[in-house]
């Protein structure tokens, strides 16, 4: 394997995790947000389908 294809390879692992974790925070914060202001985001769950 050749140095620009081992780095082009840690570049995509690199942002495979940062999507990943961005995906992950994205997720945490979609299910933790009705549960602080739940009158507020009743359509948007029902929207997402998680009920309401």
Avoid at 13 to 36: C, E, I
């Amino acid at each position: 394997m050749t140095s620009s294809s081992w780095d082009r390879s840690r570049r995509i692992t690199a942002a495979a995790s940062a999507l990943a974790v961005l995906a992950v925070a994205v997720g945490m914060l979609v299910l933790a947000l009705p549960l602080s202001v739940p009158a507020g985001v009743v359509g948007f769950r029902v929207l997402l389908g998680c009920g309401g």
